[in-house]
């Protein structure tokens, strides 16, 4: 099984600040690397897909880049409504496991 | 765009079976695959089964002797089950659709189920 670890667990901004998350992989998994955005009391919401790939009607301040073991979600600056827990996902084989998360938190 | 709206009892006793279905609209259940994903309280995410209508059905080495996912084409709904529950279960339990084979979107809302005696 791919261990997916994301760092750092939390992440304290001001809106308006540049934000840099990562999530590193146990073994490679290629580009099959997938960032969800979670809030308090909803379902996550995909933002990222192929490493580096916005889903649909996800802003341009969101952007993915990495393959192999180690991948970065870099939010250029943070909105209010972009705090929020945040996990990466992979599918290796058959199998897909996430990261442990990183809450982005205002300062 | 294809909607989810999971459903089941919010409590089950220890070592019943757990039982949810996913229903889904705006879309036919053949043209995709189908997950489940659950989140206990305050903790991470992690992926439960998946099936595709003529394909295979994946689950999670940790939860496999355990589940079984299913499909029921005729009312286009998804199906869990998960045996000989215990509290280490209770859970916000996710259907999604699994697009290009690998990431989950769209997602349910989310059903908690609580199994406590």
């Known amino acids: 099984e791919v261990v997916l670890t994301q760092s750092p667990a939390t992440l304290s901004l001001s809106p308006g600040e540049r934000a840099t998350l990562s999530c590193r992989a146990s073994q490679s998994v290629s580009d099959y690397l997938a960032w969800y955005q979670q809030k308090p009391g909803q379902a996550p919401r995909l933002l990222i897909y192929?490493?580096?790939n916005r889903a649909t009607g996800i802003p341009a301040r969101f952007s993915g880049s990495g393959s192999g073991t180690d991948f970065t979600l870099t939010i250029s600056s943070l909105e209010p409504e972009d705090f929020a827990v945040y996990y990466c996902q992979q599918r290796s084989n058959w199998a897909l496991t996430f990261g442990g998360g990183t809450k982005v938190e205002i300062k | 765009q294809v909607q989810l709206q999971e459903s089941g009892p919010g409590l089950v006793q220890p070592s019943q079976t757990l039982s949810l279905t996913c229903t889904v609209s705006?879309?036919?259940?053949?043209?995709?695959?189908w997950a489940w994903i659950r989140q206990p309280p305050g903790k991470g995410l992690e992926w439960i089964g998946y099936i595709y209508y003529s394909g295979p059905t994946k689950y999670n080495p940790s939860l496999k002797s355990r589940v079984t996912v299913s499909l029921d084409t005729s009312r286009n709904q998804v199906s869990l089950r998960l045996t000989s529950v215990t509290a280490a279960d209770t859970a916000v339990y996710f259907c999604?659709?699994?697009?290009?084979?690998?990431?989950?979107?769209?997602w349910g809302q989310g059903t908690l189920v609580t199994v406590s005696s």
């Open positions: 705006g879309g036919s259940i053949k043209n995709f695959y």
């Open positions: 999604a659709s699994l697009v290009r084979s690998n990431y989950f979107d769209p």
């Open positions: 192929d490493a580096s």
